[in-house]
């Protein structure tokens, strides 16, 4: 059974920065992909970033692309987010994900079976 456990969450100012971070455990994660996903009031959620455990390849949202980092340690096994430049607009409740994806999916759309409890980020204006 994976398990993931995220952390790094709070109120900023808008400019500022976060770093969320996700402990994962429970087996090895040969072609799994680690997604970040977020969940804001009255709204769907949505991908914001992902990468692969094994290759480090990564992709992201549009909207967070040049201000977000997606990045893992194998060695702790953990997989981070670090936001910068962060805008009221990233206020979320935001949601660390797992699965095996084969070469070539879809990251944002597939249904994830790993979830994280999710940790709440607030950016003020």
């Known amino acids: 059974q994976v398990q993931l456990v995220e952390s790094g969450g709070g109120l900023v100012q808008a400019g500022g920065s976060l770093r969320l971070s996700c402990a994962v455990s429970?087996?090895?994660?040969?072609?799994?992909?680690m997604g970040w996903f977020r969940q804001a009031p009255g709204k769907e959620r949505e991908f914001v970033a992902g990468?692969?455990?094994?290759?480090?390849?990564?992709d992201y949202t549009d909207s967070v692309k040049g201000r977000f980092t997606v990045s893992r340690d194998n060695a702790k096994n953990t997989v981070s987010l670090q936001m910068n430049n962060l805008k009221p607009e990233d206020t979320a409740v935001y949601y660390c994900?797992?699965?095996?994806?084969?070469?070539?999916?879809?990251?944002?759309?597939?249904?994830?079976?790993?979830w994280g409890q999710g940790t709440q980020v607030t950016v003020s204006s």
């Open positions: 994900a797992a699965d095996q994806l084969p070469i070539g999916s879809i990251w944002s759309n597939h249904d994830y079976n790993y």
């Open positions: 429970g087996r090895t994660f040969v072609g799994y992909v």
């Open positions: 990468i692969r455990w094994v290759s480090g390849y990564t």
